[in-house]
């Protein structure tokens, strides 16, 4: 199967009927997401898998009562940094220089030209972006879920203040992102199985540009 054909199998699954996935099948995904790029490598968030029952009938609460929540057949809570210090920064970086053999002075430069850019920004700024770097991981987690064959449905509807305090965040560094629950789809009972998988025609999504391009624009915006 090509990933264009696994992205037009896929859609939002809007019932899940319980099935459990297997292990192979759950670890994959995730390595997935693991393997996803980050803004300088620093992997500012991590997943945490939640398949206890009791639990997620507790995050439905809290995630305006969707029932993929307690029918799937496991949960991953994208949880990403609060902000960025320099502290963590160099965390990742020294980690990353162990790794690969290095003296931590190999990123020395680098680090404080990054966290010379990242500190002004503000703490909002630094949250922001942390949970935009989860969205990449996120997608690959997707992607690799309709290579394998699970139903997966992307939740942005959850109150995050509720989430953070059930799951215990506050104050641990990190603030929900973005919910993803796996599992199987209950073909009888879900309204959007059989629709058409509806986007953007390409010739409107995508649109190749040229300095000339914007040169043109301009002059014709001044005549």
């Known amino acids: 199967m090509s990933l264009i054909e696994d992205l037009t199998w896929r859609y939002a699954t809007k019932k899940m009927n319980g099935e459990r996935i297997p292990a192979d099948k759950l670890n994959y995904i995730l390595e997935a997401a693991r393997l996803a790029p980050s803004s300088s490598g620093l992997q500012p968030y991590k997943i945490l898998v939640i398949s206890d029952p009791a639990l997620l009938a507790k995050i439905r609460e809290v995630s305006f009562n969707q029932s993929q929540v307690t029918d799937c057949s496991h949960l991953l809570v994208f949880v990403a940094w609060d902000g960025y210090s320099e502290e963590r920064i160099t965390r990742v970086f020294n980690y990353t220089m162990d790794q690969?053999?290095?003296?931590?002075?190999?990123?020395?430069?680098?680090?404080?030209?990054?966290?010379?850019?990242?500190?002004?920004?503000?703490?909002?700024?630094?949250?922001?972006?942390?949970?935009?770097?989860?969205?990449?991981?996120?997608?690959?987690?997707?992607?690799?879920?309709?290579?394998?064959?699970?139903?997966?449905?992307?939740?942005?509807?959850?109150?995050?203040?509720?989430?953070?305090?059930?799951?215990?965040?506050?104050?641990?560094?990190?603030?929900?992102?973005?919910?993803?629950?796996?599992?199987?789809?209950?073909?009888?009972e879900d309204w959007l199985v059989n629709m058409k998988k509806v986007r953007t025609p390409m010739e409107e999504f995508a649109t190749e540009l040229t300095l000339a391009d914007l040169t043109n624009a301009e002059d014709q915006a001044a005549q």
């Open 100 to 188: 690969r053999g290095l003296p931590y002075q190999t990123m020395a430069d680098y680090k404080q030209n990054l966290w010379s850019m990242y500190e002004p920004l503000g703490p909002e700024w630094h949250a922001q972006h942390a949970a935009k770097q989860s969205y990449i991981a996120f997608a690959m987690a997707i992607a690799a879920a309709a290579e394998q064959r699970v139903d997966a449905t992307p939740i942005e509807g959850f109150n995050a203040d509720q989430l953070d305090t059930l799951l215990q965040l506050k104050g641990s560094g990190y603030r929900s992102a973005v919910l993803l629950p796996l599992g199987y789809r209950q073909e009888s």
